[in-house]
């Protein structure tokens, strides 16, 4: 007997929908990056009460109304990464060489012949906003238990039947035909890996992993993500009497993401479909998943630049959400090899839904941001500015996408029973009412955010040096601090993933170090900078479970440095 009747079917349906994506999603998709023309990059990106710049414009639109002159202009970008992963002492090195098309886009200034109001310009711009191409890989030397029993863990938490994931030849799990529960996408992988067990009755088993008490052994890991944000902006913006500076900008947004992560494990005595329990076997095996997604967003941008003096300018700017259409695809698989013989065991892999890729819609929404903004002319030979920037990633949400196909076995995987838990900040676990499940099918998910981000501070400091009318140096840094709050990346509570995808990680802070040449003749310009971005972050295979703290979940320390080289072409008329 299923463990979830059909007269429940209409109370399940929307907690169940509430998981669709986790925290962690949200997150790669509103991760920031410092992107733009060379001039731009050189400075650290502190142009938020300069303008003057395409990718200033995007920072701080009122920088589209400091214009005086046409201006058409292409930027490139040569991005070299290099990640470092350690782990018990042990460490893995991966390179990952990116040519990028970076920026393009021009500004027409229209003179008003008006001692008021002197101009109003119109600029078009595109901006690689940011650039999700990474890989880092490596190896866990000691493992102190399983993703199996991880897995084993969510069937009793949810109760799941052996005939809730047992594929028959009128009943196929991933697509249940009784009306009835959809198992977690992972129990019905892991159960045809033979990664879990179920002991005694088969309607209300226990299920145990390979992970036994006198099982040892080791993991691996490797991750590759690509894919960019594309931001087209369309700004109009103009000055009162040279002093006060305003612009609006319009902005379409386009991401694309894709992820390939492998988890595997070489165990030693360990427990493979032996309901008593007892180490048998030694257990060889990787689960790989792979996702995709992409979607449409917009946003708006307003902002004001004030010139008291001829040398200093203070900015103020503020960026709305970006709110996105997404689509998204999923599958996963499995490989595997054990030293004991399986009477039916047909093949040494598995696949979800009979191979064919899931899919699904939502709506999402990023976060907002206020810069403020300030810079001082010296002498017409020396800038120096400063930006300050706040985002709240704890007010990402995810919206009803109101179409597209839904597995909700793939995504309510890691929350038991039927009612399920919300999290808030400094609150522990709660659980929610059904009042409050039914009414917010997404509550669960936006309540993980809260749980675990928070808002982030970013400062960029930039100096530019005109050693001659023609020839400028620059160099600038900037500092963004760490999105996650502590408890969730030192792994003291329970992280909720979504799928088959049990792998995140959680970002320490980031720094930029920069520098850049300019050089300019009559009208054509050409800068070039360098970009050293370094960020540290906690890679974790699967969550740590805070109920047993002493043993941990594999994690490894993930260093991603990249060193950028970016070229700006362009005229001015």
């Not at 929350?415 to 009042?435: I, R, V």
């Amino acid at each position: 007997m299923k463990k979830h009747l059909i007269a429940l079917g209409s109370l399940l349906a929307l907690p169940l929908f509430a998981q669709a994506q986790s925290a962690i999603d949200g997150y790669r998709f509103s991760q920031p990056d410092m992107k733009g023309t060379a001039r731009f990059m050189g400075m650290g990106g502190a142009f938020g009460a300069l303008g003057g710049d395409l990718s200033a414009i995007a920072v701080n639109p009122a920088g589209v109304g400091v214009y005086r002159r046409n201006e058409v202009s292409f930027s490139l970008n040569l991005d070299l990464q290099h990640s470092t992963t350690e782990t018990q002492g042990f460490k893995n090195s991966q390179n990952n060489t990116k040519f990028l098309f970076q920026n393009a886009g021009g500004v027409a200034s229209w003179n008003l012949a008006n001692a008021v109001m002197p101009n109003i310009n119109f600029a078009f711009t595109y901006n690689k906003a940011a650039s999700f191409n990474s890989r880092y890989s490596g190896a866990v030397p000691k493992l102190y238990n399983s993703l199996t029993n991880y897995i084993a863990g969510i069937c009793n938490s949810e109760g799941v039947t052996v005939g809730d994931v047992r594929s028959t030849d009128s009943f196929d799990p991933y697509n249940p035909n009784d009306g009835g529960y959809e198992a977690p996408w992972i129990s019905i992988l892991g159960y045809d890996s033979y990664f879990i067990t179920p002991t005694g009755d088969e309607d209300q088993p226990q299920w145990i992993g390979q992970w036994g008490d006198n099982t040892s052994g080791s993991g691996v890991f490797d991750v590759i993500t690509s894919g960019a944000v594309n931001e087209y902006n369309l700004a109009i913006g103009g000055n009162f009497v040279n002093k006060v500076f305003w612009g609006i900008d319009f902005g379409i947004v386009d991401m694309d993401y894709a992820m390939t992560s492998v988890w595997g494990e070489q165990l030693q005595n360990a427990v493979v479909d032996n309901p008593d329990g007892l180490p048998n076997s030694s257990a060889a095996w990787t689960m790989q998943n792979r996702y995709t997604a992409s979607g449409t967003g917009f946003n708006v941008k307003l902002g004001l630049i004030y010139r008291p003096l001829q040398e200093l300018r203070v900015g103020l700017s503020f960026a709305s959400p970006t709110w996105y259409s997404i689509n998204e695809s999923y599958i996963a698989g499995t490989n595997f090899n054990y030293s004991v013989p399986l009477p039916d065991l047909q093949q040494n892999n598995a696949v979800t839904n009979g191979g064919y890729w899931g899919n699904n819609s939502y709506n999402f929404r990023t976060p907002w941001k206020l810069t403020v903004s300030s810079a001082g002319v010296i002498g017409r030979k020396l800038i120096v500015s400063a930006d300050f920037e706040w985002q709240k990633f704890n007010e990402m949400r995810f919206y009803d996408g109101g179409g597209g196909y839904y597995d909700y076995g793939y995504d309510n995987d890691y929350y038991p029973d039927w009612e399920w838990p919300y999290y808030a900040p400094g609150a522990g676990m709660k659980k929610a009412s059904p009042a409050i499940i039914n009414t917010d099918p997404w509550a669960a998910t936006n309540g993980d955010i809260e749980s675990y981000y928070k808002s982030t501070t970013t400062l960029r400091l930039g100096a530019e040096y005109r050693v001659t009318p023609r020839f400028s140096v620059r160099a600038g840094y900037s500092y963004v601090s760490s999105p996650v709050r502590k408890e969730a990346k030192d792994g003291s509570m329970m992280v909720y993933t979504s799928g088959t995808m049990t792998n995140y990680k959680m970002d320490n802070t980031t720094n930029y170090y920069t520098c850049g040449l300019g050089y300019n003749f009559n009208n054509f310009f050409i800068d070039a900078a360098y970009v050293h971005k370094r960020m540290n972050s906690q890679y974790h295979a699967y969550t740590p479970d805070p109920l047993n703290p002493q043993i941990p979940s594999p994690t490894s320390k993930v260093t991603l440095s990249n060193n950028q080289i970016i070229l700006t072409a362009g005229v001015k008329f």
